[in-house]
Antibody, heavy 123, light 107 residues
Framework: EVQLVESGGGLVKPGGSLRLSCAASGFTFSNAWMSWVRQAPGKGLEWVGR??????????DYAAPVKGRFTISRDDSKNTLYLQMNSLKTEDTAVYYCTTVQEYSSSYYFDYWGQGTLVTVSS | SYVLTQPPSVSVAPGQTARITCGGNNIGSKSVHWYQQKPGQAPVLVVYDDSDRPSGIPERFSGSNSGNTATLTISRVEAGDEADYYC??????????FGGGTKLTVL
Protein backbone atom coordinates (compact mmCIF):
# COMPACT_ATOMS: atom_id res chain seq x y z
CA GLU A 1 0.00 0.00 0.00
CA VAL A 2 1.35 3.39 -1.02
CA GLN A 3 1.78 5.77 1.90
CA LEU A 4 2.93 9.37 1.86
CA VAL A 5 3.29 11.09 5.22
CA GLU A 6 4.08 14.79 5.34
CA SER A 7 5.56 16.58 8.34
CA GLY A 8 7.21 19.86 9.24
CA GLY A 9 4.31 22.26 8.90
CA GLY A 10 3.62 24.99 11.43
CA LEU A 11 3.45 28.69 12.11
CA VAL A 12 6.19 30.89 10.68
CA LYS A 13 6.62 34.64 10.37
CA PRO A 14 6.73 36.39 6.98
CA GLY A 15 10.25 36.21 5.60
CA GLY A 16 10.97 33.04 7.53
CA SER A 17 11.86 29.55 6.38
CA LEU A 18 10.45 26.08 6.84
CA ARG A 19 11.32 22.62 5.56
CA LEU A 20 8.64 20.06 4.87
CA SER A 21 9.32 16.34 4.62
CA CYS A 22 7.36 13.54 3.00
CA ALA A 23 8.13 9.95 4.02
CA ALA A 24 7.20 7.49 1.29
CA SER A 25 6.55 3.76 1.45
CA GLY A 26 4.82 1.01 -0.49
CA PHE A 27 6.48 1.72 -3.84
CA THR A 28 9.95 2.14 -5.33
CA PHE A 29 10.57 5.74 -4.34
CA SER A 30 13.80 6.11 -6.31
CA ASN A 31 11.95 5.45 -9.57
CA ALA A 32 9.15 7.91 -8.87
CA TRP A 33 8.61 11.45 -9.98
CA MET A 34 7.28 13.43 -7.03
CA SER A 35 5.45 16.69 -6.62
CA TRP A 36 4.12 19.15 -4.08
CA VAL A 37 0.62 20.60 -4.42
CA ARG A 38 -0.84 23.17 -2.03
CA GLN A 39 -4.30 24.38 -1.09
CA ALA A 40 -4.91 27.71 0.60
CA PRO A 41 -7.75 27.73 3.15
CA GLY A 42 -11.08 27.50 1.35
CA LYS A 43 -9.41 27.62 -2.06
CA GLY A 44 -8.57 25.24 -4.87
CA LEU A 45 -5.51 23.15 -5.67
CA GLU A 46 -2.28 24.77 -6.83
CA TRP A 47 0.79 22.95 -8.12
CA VAL A 48 4.02 23.97 -6.38
CA GLY A 49 6.75 21.96 -8.07
CA ARG A 50 8.07 18.63 -9.25
CA UNK A 51 11.23 16.57 -9.08
CA UNK A 52 12.06 13.80 -11.51
CA UNK A 53 13.69 10.53 -10.55
CA UNK A 54 17.48 10.50 -10.67
CA UNK A 55 17.23 8.03 -13.54
CA UNK A 56 15.38 10.71 -15.48
CA UNK A 57 17.84 13.42 -14.48
CA UNK A 58 16.56 14.42 -11.05
CA UNK A 59 15.63 17.86 -12.33
CA UNK A 60 13.15 20.17 -10.68
CA ASP A 61 10.51 22.57 -11.96
CA TYR A 62 8.49 25.14 -10.04
CA ALA A 63 5.36 27.21 -10.31
CA ALA A 64 5.97 30.89 -10.93
CA PRO A 65 4.77 32.10 -7.49
CA VAL A 66 7.42 30.02 -5.67
CA LYS A 67 10.29 29.96 -8.14
CA GLY A 68 13.49 31.21 -6.53
CA ARG A 69 12.09 30.79 -3.01
CA PHE A 70 11.21 27.09 -2.78
CA THR A 71 13.48 24.10 -3.43
CA ILE A 72 12.43 20.49 -3.85
CA SER A 73 14.93 17.73 -3.11
CA ARG A 74 14.92 14.02 -2.45
CA ASP A 75 16.89 11.48 -0.48
CA ASP A 76 16.33 8.13 -2.13
CA SER A 77 18.27 6.34 0.61
CA LYS A 78 15.65 7.54 3.10
CA ASN A 79 12.64 7.38 0.76
CA THR A 80 11.97 10.99 1.63
CA LEU A 81 10.95 14.06 -0.34
CA TYR A 82 11.63 17.59 0.91
CA LEU A 83 10.33 21.08 0.30
CA GLN A 84 12.56 23.89 1.52
CA MET A 85 10.58 27.10 1.71
CA ASN A 86 12.40 30.41 2.13
CA SER A 87 11.28 34.04 2.14
CA LEU A 88 7.79 32.93 3.06
CA LYS A 89 4.86 35.21 2.39
CA THR A 90 1.39 35.31 3.92
CA GLU A 91 0.00 34.04 0.60
CA ASP A 92 2.02 30.82 1.06
CA THR A 93 -0.36 29.83 3.86
CA ALA A 94 -1.84 26.51 2.77
CA VAL A 95 -2.04 22.80 3.29
CA TYR A 96 0.89 21.26 1.42
CA TYR A 97 0.40 17.83 -0.13
CA CYS A 98 3.10 15.45 -1.27
CA THR A 99 2.09 13.47 -4.36
CA THR A 100 3.44 10.85 -6.71
CA VAL A 101 3.43 11.72 -10.39
CA GLN A 102 2.35 9.26 -13.06
CA GLU A 103 2.87 9.60 -16.78
CA TYR A 104 0.44 8.30 -19.38
CA SER A 105 0.74 9.06 -23.07
CA SER A 106 2.84 12.18 -22.47
CA SER A 107 0.35 13.48 -19.92
CA TYR A 108 1.01 13.58 -16.21
CA TYR A 109 -1.20 13.30 -13.19
CA PHE A 110 -1.03 12.91 -9.40
CA ASP A 111 -1.97 9.37 -8.51
CA TYR A 112 -1.26 9.20 -4.76
CA TRP A 113 -1.52 11.98 -2.18
CA GLY A 114 -0.39 12.36 1.41
CA GLN A 115 -2.72 13.68 4.10
CA GLY A 116 -1.13 17.14 3.94
CA THR A 117 0.62 19.43 6.40
CA LEU A 118 -0.54 22.96 7.23
CA VAL A 119 1.82 25.89 6.84
CA THR A 120 0.67 29.18 8.31
CA VAL A 121 2.63 32.34 7.53
CA SER A 122 1.62 35.10 9.89
CA SER A 123 3.16 37.72 12.12
CA SER B 1 -1.65 30.77 -19.93
CA TYR B 2 -4.12 27.93 -20.24
CA VAL B 3 -7.27 28.18 -18.11
CA LEU B 4 -9.66 25.44 -16.99
CA THR B 5 -13.17 26.60 -16.11
CA GLN B 6 -15.49 24.61 -13.85
CA PRO B 7 -18.95 25.54 -12.52
CA PRO B 8 -18.70 26.42 -8.81
CA SER B 9 -21.49 24.07 -7.87
CA VAL B 10 -23.65 21.23 -9.12
CA SER B 11 -26.62 19.76 -7.29
CA VAL B 12 -28.25 16.40 -7.88
CA ALA B 13 -30.74 14.13 -6.15
CA PRO B 14 -29.65 10.69 -4.94
CA GLY B 15 -29.85 8.08 -7.65
CA GLN B 16 -29.63 10.63 -10.43
CA THR B 17 -26.70 11.43 -12.72
CA ALA B 18 -24.30 14.29 -12.03
CA ARG B 19 -22.28 15.88 -14.80
CA ILE B 20 -19.39 18.17 -13.92
CA THR B 21 -17.81 20.07 -16.77
CA CYS B 22 -14.31 21.42 -17.31
CA GLY B 23 -13.91 23.95 -20.10
CA GLY B 24 -10.72 24.89 -21.88
CA ASN B 25 -9.59 25.98 -25.30
CA ASN B 26 -9.43 22.82 -27.43
CA ILE B 27 -9.26 20.73 -24.27
CA GLY B 28 -10.23 17.73 -26.38
CA SER B 29 -6.64 17.64 -27.62
CA LYS B 30 -5.35 17.18 -24.07
CA SER B 31 -5.62 14.43 -21.47
CA VAL B 32 -7.82 15.42 -18.54
CA HIS B 33 -7.65 14.00 -15.05
CA TRP B 34 -10.21 14.31 -12.24
CA TYR B 35 -9.89 14.37 -8.45
CA GLN B 36 -12.44 14.04 -5.68
CA GLN B 37 -11.83 15.84 -2.39
CA LYS B 38 -14.10 15.30 0.57
CA PRO B 39 -14.10 17.82 3.44
CA GLY B 40 -10.94 17.63 5.54
CA GLN B 41 -9.39 14.97 3.32
CA ALA B 42 -6.71 14.82 0.65
CA PRO B 43 -7.75 14.65 -3.01
CA VAL B 44 -8.23 11.24 -4.59
CA LEU B 45 -7.74 10.50 -8.29
CA VAL B 46 -11.03 9.22 -9.74
CA VAL B 47 -10.44 9.46 -13.51
CA TYR B 48 -7.22 9.77 -15.52
CA ASP B 49 -6.55 10.21 -19.20
CA ASP B 50 -10.07 11.47 -19.88
CA SER B 51 -11.94 8.27 -19.07
CA ASP B 52 -9.85 5.64 -17.28
CA ARG B 53 -10.50 4.73 -13.67
CA PRO B 54 -7.86 3.80 -11.10
CA SER B 55 -8.41 0.53 -9.33
CA GLY B 56 -10.92 0.85 -6.53
CA ILE B 57 -12.94 3.63 -8.15
CA PRO B 58 -16.54 2.58 -8.82
CA GLU B 59 -17.74 2.20 -12.40
CA ARG B 60 -20.30 4.90 -11.61
CA PHE B 61 -17.49 7.40 -12.26
CA SER B 62 -16.76 8.02 -15.93
CA GLY B 63 -15.25 10.73 -18.06
CA SER B 64 -15.32 12.11 -21.57
CA ASN B 65 -13.48 14.84 -23.43
CA SER B 66 -14.18 16.51 -26.74
CA GLY B 67 -13.92 19.94 -28.29
CA ASN B 68 -13.74 22.59 -25.60
CA THR B 69 -15.30 20.57 -22.77
CA ALA B 70 -14.33 17.61 -20.62
CA THR B 71 -17.00 16.02 -18.45
CA LEU B 72 -16.95 13.91 -15.31
CA THR B 73 -20.13 11.87 -15.03
CA ILE B 74 -21.26 10.25 -11.81
CA SER B 75 -24.13 7.81 -12.27
CA ARG B 76 -26.53 6.72 -9.52
CA VAL B 77 -25.23 9.42 -7.22
CA GLU B 78 -24.91 8.55 -3.55
CA ALA B 79 -24.68 10.76 -0.48
CA GLY B 80 -21.04 9.73 -0.14
CA ASP B 81 -20.22 11.32 -3.50
CA GLU B 82 -20.74 14.78 -2.03
CA ALA B 83 -17.36 16.46 -2.43
CA ASP B 84 -15.33 18.97 -4.39
CA TYR B 85 -14.18 17.81 -7.80
CA TYR B 86 -11.18 19.20 -9.70
CA CYS B 87 -10.08 18.70 -13.29
CA UNK B 88 -6.41 18.89 -14.23
CA UNK B 89 -4.22 18.89 -17.31
CA UNK B 90 -0.45 18.60 -17.61
CA UNK B 91 1.56 17.89 -20.70
CA UNK B 92 5.21 18.25 -21.61
CA UNK B 93 4.69 21.76 -22.97
CA UNK B 94 3.24 23.33 -19.84
CA UNK B 95 3.00 23.29 -16.07
CA UNK B 96 0.17 21.39 -14.35
CA UNK B 97 -3.09 23.28 -14.18
CA PHE B 98 -6.15 22.65 -12.05
CA GLY B 99 -9.65 23.86 -12.60
CA GLY B 100 -11.19 25.99 -9.88
CA GLY B 101 -13.20 23.07 -8.51
CA THR B 102 -16.88 22.16 -8.40
CA LYS B 103 -18.79 21.47 -5.22
CA LEU B 104 -21.18 18.56 -5.75
CA THR B 105 -24.19 18.69 -3.44
CA VAL B 106 -26.42 15.65 -3.07
CA LEU B 107 -29.88 16.93 -2.28
Amino acid sequence: EVQLVESGGGLVKPGGSLRLSCAASGFTFSNAWMSWVRQAPGKGLEWVGRIKSKTDGGTTDYAAPVKGRFTISRDDSKNTLYLQMNSLKTEDTAVYYCTTVQEYSSSYYFDYWGQGTLVTVSS
Amino acid sequence: SYVLTQPPSVSVAPGQTARITCGGNNIGSKSVHWYQQKPGQAPVLVVYDDSDRPSGIPERFSGSNSGNTATLTISRVEAGDEADYYCQVWDSSSDPIFGGGTKLTVL
